[in-house]
């Protein structure tokens, strides 16, 4: 099966700032402000959607690396838009700049990487 997933695709989504999402409530920090690990799993959720709109069914892509810097705070209640952009493709393997920003300031940016696999094959491999 050849993978196609175009070099230079965006996507953007909107993302809430809910309790789940604050630092104190996640125990990765003692304010209440959007944690860390959150604003990652926004950024990964929005590269994962961006080049799932281009696999053939059956396919699906699975989080590799993340290098990411968290550069400002966000309250509950901000609304959070993620771009990620596809910088590379080599073969399966996906490199997305990521970026987010709360209605004032670039909150995150970084580098996330995805390598595309066969769901079925990847979940037999792992059991």
């Given at each position: 099966?050849?993978i196609n997933?175009p070099?230079g695709?965006?996507?953007?989504?909107?993302?809430l700032?809910?309790?789940k999402?604050?630092?104190?409530?996640l125990?990765?920090?003692k304010?209440?402000?959007?944690?860390t690990?959150s604003?990652?799993?926004?950024?990964?959720?929005?590269a994962?959607?961006?080049?799932q709109?281009?696999?053939p069914e059956?396919?699906?892509?699975?989080?590799t690396?993340?290098?990411?810097r968290?550069?400002?705070a966000?309250?509950?209640?901000a609304?959070?838009r993620?771009?990620a952009?596809?910088i590379s493709v080599?073969r399966k393997?996906l490199?997305?700049e990521?970026?987010?920003?709360?209605?004032?300031?670039?909150i995150?940016?970084?580098?996330?990487?995805r390598h595309?696999?066969?769901?079925?094959?990847?979940i037999?491999?792992i059991?």
């Amino acid at each position: 099966m050849e993978i196609n997933v175009p070099e230079g695709i965006e996507k953007i989504e909107m993302y809430l700032v809910e309790e789940k999402h604050i630092a104190d409530f996640l125990g990765s920090g003692k304010v209440a402000v959007l944690s860390t690990p959150s604003m990652i799993l926004m950024m990964e959720h929005t590269a994962m959607l961006a080049a799932q709109e281009h696999l053939p069914e059956g396919w699906i892509t699975v989080g590799t690396r993340v290098d990411i810097r968290h550069l400002k705070a966000s309250k509950e209640g901000a609304e959070i838009r993620v771009i990620a952009k596809l910088i590379s493709v080599d073969r399966k393997h996906l490199v997305f700049e990521v970026s987010a920003f709360d209605s004032e300031h670039e909150i995150g940016k970084g580098i996330h990487e995805r390598h595309v696999v066969n769901k079925e094959k990847f979940i037999q491999r792992i059991q």
